[in-house]
């Protein structure tokens, strides 16, 4: 009994030695980050090349997605508002919640699918091949070569496709209105005007500059701390994603809190 008792504390030990390394080694990395962020070379093609690979490359699932995610709300918002002859306000409560929450998670959650796992994915190659071991003795910075454009590009290209997610949303859910619940136009912009506020598409727009930084920060970690061959490539790539979503939903949680009270 008490063998089992010590081991079962060693494994907990371990495990809390181990997040308290990794802590401190992510720590680093975004003091490098910060450090090589505002120093030459700032490789500007390099940067435009992943605007292009976030941006761009996630543009197509990203319509998709605001499209039915709008229409879904709105089907779902229209039938209940309809118990209460309210159909008019389905836009605005539909734009409200997509403004404060859905568009920046759903973006977060999305380029963190596509383009998060292609990050760790391709450093954390790099890492078991000795690629960025090489780099290092040719002088030149991995941090500054491959993680710093891949977190400006993220961090600046998310509230441009949390804004196009927002705007497509509505256009669902107004096609929802239109043809299922005979919602007319005036009335829908109208409500819109009145519930959705420029403040909370602000509120959203931070949100997701934060998850943009936190889910390449994440990635470019993970794969940079790859181990193990291809077998590390693959879990370093499955811990990126598990955890930028969870990170974005617990750092969700803080932004609304903070800005509620704010």
Not at 32 to 37: I, P, T
Not at 44 to 56: A, M, P, R, S, T
Not at 99 to 116: K, S
Request: net charge positive.
């Amino acid at each position: 009994m008490m063998e089992v008792a010590l081991s079962g504390l060693e494994s907990l030990g371990g495990l809390v030695r181990g997040q308290i390394i990794g802590l401190g080694r992510f720590t680093l990395l975004i003091r490098e980050l910060f450090f090589w962020m505002v120093r030459r070379p700032f490789r500007i093609q390099l940067i435009f090349k992943q605007f292009e690979f976030v941006g761009n490359k996630s543009l197509s699932i990203v319509t998709l997605s605001s499209l039915f995610t709008g229409a879904v709300l709105g089907l779902q918002i229209g039938k209940i508002f309809g118990i209460f002859k309210a159909e008019g306000l389905m836009g605005a409560a539909t734009g409200k919640a997509l403004a404060l929450e859905l568009a920046p998670v759903m973006c977060g959650f999305i380029v963190t699918g596509r383009a998060g796992a292609a990050m760790a994915a391709e450093i954390a190659t790099m890492r078991v091949n000795e690629q960025l071991d090489a780099m290092e003795a040719m002088g030149v910075s991995p941090v500054s070569y491959l993680i710093v454009p891949r977190v400006i590009a993220s961090t600046l290209m998310m509230p441009l496709l949390s804004a196009i997610f927002l705007s497509l949303g509505l256009v669902g859910c107004y096609i929802i209105g239109l043809v299922m619940f005979r919602v007319d136009t005036s009335v829908f912009v109208a409500q819109l005007q009145w519930l959705v506020w420029v403040s909370d598409i602000q509120k959203g727009m931070t949100k997701a500059l934060v998850f943009g930084f936190i889910l390449s920060t994440i990635a470019c970690y993970k794969g940079f701390h790859a181990r193990g061959g291809a077998k590390g490539v693959g879990e370093a790539t499955t811990q990126a994603v598990v955890a930028s979503l969870l990170t974005i939903l617990i750092v969700d949680f803080f932004i609304s809190l903070v800005q509620m009270k704010g």
